[in-house]
């Protein structure tokens, strides 16, 4: 189906509840439905936003265009839970309804004031010559999160920037409130602006986060500040960066910078932009903090611009599995927040003394699993494991040992997504390879290297789900134990 213009910004007013209820059904009954990631009842998900743990739950809103797997008319999905395993579907709670927000709600974030939630987020709005005019608007919610009301507090971009200014995360340093802003410049370069206030909703832009990186990229999305023991985490999304080898494969990064922040002339230090994650569909993370106080991160499992095997029967998308996050040589470890072992149902341990040759079994539940491989003596020069289906379809992982290469291979897979011609993607471990988590759902693999010093995430669509595991080792001979867990559904 083309989707013309007119088509991408009708709401949900447009469809009856009958037609609505139908296409519902045809999305259940589709291929590819995730068994315990979030996705969308029907339609397009994409960027996670307003993420908080509040009143005894966390709180997850989406993106949402709910006619097709297309970018059209923003809402905002709610989805909650109350250990980040089960995740229970809530319904929309912000519509494209006002002047502000006309043409759809796009990304923000939610700060708890006292006993009250707020979100702040991009409103889009377009003029009759479709002219954007973005506004960032902050909306209180009720305790049914329903909108009370809906103010803009900014309107328009600040002089010296395009039209291309939004996704505002907002947070508390000290007695004053921030937020970060992703923006275009004039000149079509990425920046990050910060706004200050006393009050909670008069800002005043204090200028550019300094980062030294003038020339990364024509526009920054998606931006996110926090503070993890002593250093500050700069997290944000340029577009527009070239292939460096192994680095920047796909159509979008999302990265971070670790260092430490001034408040008072806004420059981090840093020792280079670091990728997120290395796989193929990872993109617009948001994080926040669990009930424990730890930084919790979840992203869309996704990229813009790409089109997506399940786009035939209606829906589009998921989110990753929920991460832990913490510094350690000044990068990003990523770990699997420890209540998605809650999904853990029936396990298998296998131990393995391979001698220059291989080792092929059949996986405990095909297509809903985690999988920990661990490496207990190793000489080999070359560990290969493929995860395959009864028609040929296969997922290969390649790990070489004297390179410390980790390269993840979908190629063969089932069908693809467009605009990825390589469907090859690599990462320099810096370490020895010792270990890896792999939670495979459906139609997605995440991969956790090294106890998350490194992570892949990747959706796949195989005609019938993995069921077999192979592994060969090469040049050497290696001892490996090997953890299965039929996953239940999230």
């Known amino acids: 189906m083309e989707w013309t213009r007119e088509d991408r910004y009708k709401g949900l007013d447009f469809i009856s509840e009958e037609k609505y209820t139908q296409m519902v059904r045809r999305v259940e009954k589709s291929p590819w439905r995730q068994y315990y990631h979030i996705q969308p009842v029907t339609g397009l998900l994409n960027d996670p936003n307003g993420f908080i743990y509040y009143k005894g739950k966390y709180h997850l809103f989406y993106q949402w265009f709910p006619l097709g797997p297309v970018h059209g008319l923003?809402?905002?999905?709610?989805?909650?839970?109350?250990?980040?395993?089960?995740?229970?579907?809530?319904?929309?709670?912000?519509?494209?309804?006002?002047?502000?927000?006309?043409?759809?709600?796009?990304?923000?974030?939610?700060?708890?004031?006292?006993?009250?939630?707020?979100?702040f987020y991009t409103g889009n709005h377009r003029t009759k010559d479709w002219k954007r005019v973005p506004y960032q608007v902050y909306a209180q919610l009720n305790n049914d999160f329903q909108i009370i009301k809906k103010v803009p507090f900014i309107s328009g971009p600040p002089s010296g920037y395009t039209e291309h200014v939004r996704d505002p995360k907002i947070w508390k340093n000290q007695d004053k409130y921030y937020l970060v802003v992703g923006a275009q410049n004039d000149n079509k370069k990425g920046r990050a602006l910060i706004y200050q206030s006393k009050e909670l909703f008069e800002f005043n832009l204090l200028g550019e986060i300094n980062t030294g990186l003038n020339e990364f990229g024509y526009m920054w999305?998606?931006?996110?500040?926090f503070r993890i023991e002593d250093k500050e985490v700069f997290l944000f999304c340029p577009q527009g960066l070239e292939k460096e080898g192994n680095k920047y494969n796909n159509i979008y990064q999302s990265g971070y910078l670790v260092g430490n922040f001034n408040y008072d002339t806004l420059k981090i230090s840093h020792d280079g932009f670091n990728e997120l994650d290395n796989g193929f569909d990872f993109y617009?993370?948001?994080?926040?903090?669990?009930?424990?106080?730890?930084?919790?991160?979840?992203?869309?499992?996704?990229?813009?611009?790409?089109?997506y095997p399940?786009?035939?029967?209606?829906?589009?998308?998921?989110?990753?599995?929920?991460r832990i996050l913490s510094i350690e040589k000044n990068q990003l470890k990523q770990r699997i927040h420890p209540d998605i072992f809650k999904l853990r149902d029936k396990g298998i341990k296998e131990t393995f003394k391979l001698r220059n040759n291989s080792r092929e079994w059949d996986l405990i539940e095909p297509g809903r699993l985690e999988i920990d491989f661990s490496i207990k003596d190793n000489s080999s020069e070359r560990i290969t494991i493929l995860l395959a289906n009864k028609v040929g379809e296969s997922i290969e992982i390649d790990i070489d040992f004297i390179k410390n290469i980790f390269q993840l291979n979908r190629l063969n897979s089932g069908q693809l997504p467009s605009n990825q011609d390589d469907q090859r993607r690599s990462v320099d471990l810096g370490e020895v390879f010792s270990n890896m988590q792999v939670f495979i759902d459906n139609s997605s693999i995440e991969i956790f290297i090294n106890d998350g010093s490194k992570v892949m995430s990747s959706r796949v669509f195989p005609q019938i789900p993995y069921s077999q595991c192979q592994i060969k080792v090469e040049k050497g001979n290696a001892d490996l134990e090997v953890n299965q867990y039929k996953l239940k559904e999230g």
């Open 74 to 119: 923003k809402y905002w999905y709610h989805v909650s839970s109350e250990d980040l395993a089960t995740f229970k579907n809530e319904g929309p709670v912000i519509y494209p309804d006002t002047l502000y927000d006309s043409h759809g709600a796009y990304s923000g974030s939610s700060i708890q004031i006292d006993d009250k939630l707020y979100v």
């Open 221 to 225: 999305e998606c931006p996110d500040i």
């Open 284 to 307: 617009a993370p948001q994080t926040t903090l669990s009930a424990d106080g730890d930084r919790i991160l979840i992203g869309w499992m996704g990229l813009p611009d790409t089109e």
């Open 310 to 322: 399940t786009d035939q029967y209606e829906w589009a998308h998921c989110m990753t599995l929920p």
